[in-house]
Nanobody
Framework: QVQLVESGGGLVQAGGSLRLSCAAS????????MGWYRQAPGKQRELVAS???????NYADSVKGRFTISRDNAKNTVSLQMNSLKPEDTAVYYC????????WGRGTQVTVSS
């Protein structure tokens, strides 16, 4: 089992920045991919960004150039720096890791006001 604890959500005005962090613990050996998903009200959960153990990244088109994902393998953490936030970025953001299966955090609310 892998436990994930997220931090860093909150309320910010459009154009502002937030940084999300996620710490993994438990059976962390063999984690392949770490990433962030988000789910807005009435919408499906979607991938925001992911990063492999060797640093290869993948971003949703809607966040390219504004969000940056990073990973610290020694500390088993993944972070998401979100700049130039837009109201449409408002959602619950979930940390995800892929090992033998998908593991999810509880989610952290990000609200961007216009």
């Amino acid at each position: 089992q892998v436990q994930l604890v997220e931090s860093g959500g909150g309320l910010v005005q459009a154009g502002g920045s937030l940084r999300l962090s996620c710490a993994a613990s438990g059976s962390i050996f063999g984690i392949i991919v770490m990433g962030w998903y988000r789910q807005a009200p009435g919408k499906q959960r979607e991938l925001v960004a992911s990063i492999t153990r060797v640093g290869s990244t993948n971003y949703a088109d809607s966040v390219k150039g504004r969000f940056t994902i990073s990973r610290d393998n020694a500390k088993n953490t993944v972070s998401l720096q979100m700049n130039s936030l837009k109201p449409e970025d408002t959602a619950v953001y979930y940390c995800n890791v892929k090992r033998d299966m998908d593991y999810w955090g509880r989610g952290t609310q990000v609200t961007v006001s216009s």
